[in-house]
């Protein structure tokens, strides 16, 4: 399958500021990339797909205009947390999907906010 | 109703058992379906993918579908305490993977 990065793993933030989560798929040219958030023993919630050269497709009730997404190659998306707050505190998880073998997922981030 | 449906557990069994988790999706139109393993703290990992109905054996663990019953199984033989983790089902709609809530396993030596 596809081999995907996702940087940093653990990020702790101030209340207010920005955080930027990578995304990278390593050997797998990725039109699309989906971003997914999970809170302790829930289960994974997808939030949106990113489509490469195009804007994100959110899930409803995702606030676009707080988790932004930007796809701008074949192997990169980011998910930039703005203005976070401890209620964004969880984890985020991207994924690349191919054919034939499921879905990639990266190691994830667990978001700190204090 | 749930797209995607699971029993939470815990599932307890001992070790060198079968055991036996269950999936049922709402969605007929499905065409994929997974289930990943993923442990505390840990992103999902890739058991199983079945697309066709009946079964697909790969090493201890065996997938199984029936499209009729939307329902998906997945049975892991020769249960080890290294199994112990949640059981995520999960199944396509478009091109969006939609989770079940997952299953704990916890498989007792």
């Known amino acids: 399958g596809a081999v995907v990065s996702q940087h940093p793993s653990r990020v702790i933030c101030k209340s207010g500021t920005s955080v930027k989560i990578e995304c990278r798929s390593l050997?797998?040219?990725?039109?699309?990339m989906f971003w997914y958030r999970q809170f302790p023993k829930q289960s994974l919630m997808l939030m949106a797909t990113?489509?490469?050269?195009?804007?994100?497709?959110?899930e409803q009730g995702v606030e676009k205009d707080k988790f932004l997404i930007n796809h701008a190659s074949l192997t990169l998306s980011t998910l930039t947390v703005t203005s976070a707050h401890p209620e964004d505190s969880s984890f985020y998880i991207c994924?690349?999907?191919?054919?034939?073998?499921?879905?990639?997922f990266g190691s994830g981030t667990r978001l700190t906010v204090v | 109703q749930k797209e995607v449906e699971q029993n939470s557990g815990p599932l307890s069994v001992p070790e060198g058992a079968i055991a036996s988790l269950n999936c049922t999706y709402s969605?007929?139109?499905?065409?994929?379906f997974f289930w990943y393993r993923q442990y505390s703290g840990k992103s999902p990992e890739l058991i199983m993918s079945?697309?066709?109905?009946g079964d697909k054996e790969d090493g201890r663990f065996t997938a199984q579908l029936n499209k009729a019953s939307q329902y998906v199984s997945l049975l892991i033989r020769d249960s080890q305490p290294s199994d112990s983790a949640t059981y995520l089902c999960?199944?396509?709609?478009?091109?969006?993977?939609?989770f079940g809530a997952g299953t704990i396993l916890r498989v007792k030596s």
């Open positions: 050997d797998f040219q990725a039109t699309t």
């Open positions: 969605d007929r139109g499905s065409q994929s």
């Open positions: 990113s489509n490469e050269g195009s804007k994100a497709t959110y």
């Open positions: 999960a199944v396509t709609g478009g091109n969006k993977l939609v």
């Open positions: 079945i697309y066709s109905n």
């Open positions: 994924s690349v999907p191919g054919e034939g073998y499921g879905y990639t």
